[in-house]
């Protein structure tokens, strides 16, 4: 499996971005899909999961209101929509993709396979 993500950039406090994400190779319905980041010194942390069926989604409390995940499996796509964006949000940015069911919480997932980050910087 293979993830490619794009859509990352330079914007101004309030401003809004699209990640984008390809995934290729044999993906599984028990698959989930997650945005990570990692700002400097700081852990990685996922901030908006879905589950492959679409049913279950998770946001970080941080990104709740703001920011929306998606995905369309007919192109094995995943997008992170984020909008009013902060300075906080600026970090590098990173698609996974997981294993687990509908009804595991998406953070419990074996986040087995991921892209190469995109960098979103938010200036204020």
């Known amino acids: 499996v293979q993830l490619q993500a794009s859509g990352g950039g330079l914007v101004q406090a309030g401003g809004s971005l699209r990640l984008s994400c390809a995934a290729s190779?044999?993906?599984?319905?028990?698959?989930?899909l997650g945005w990570f980041r990692q700002a400097p010194g700081q852990e990685r942390e996922l901030v908006a999961g879905?589950?492959?069926?679409?049913?279950?989604?998770y946001y970080a409390d941080s990104v709740k209101g703001r920011f929306a995940i998606s995905r369309d499996s007919a192109l094995n796509m995943v997008y992170l929509q984020m909008t009013s964006l902060k300075p906080e949000d600026t970090a590098v940015y990173f698609c996974?993709?997981?294993?687990?069911?509908?009804?595991?919480?998406?953070?419990?997932?074996?986040?087995?396979?991921w892209g190469q980050g995109t960098l979103v910087t938010v200036s204020s």
């Open positions: 190779g044999r993906i599984f319905s028990t698959y989930g």
């Open positions: 879905i589950t492959w069926s679409g049913v279950d989604t």
């Open positions: 996974a993709l997981g294993n687990g069911a509908d009804g595991i919480d998406l953070r419990r997932y074996a986040w087995m396979y």
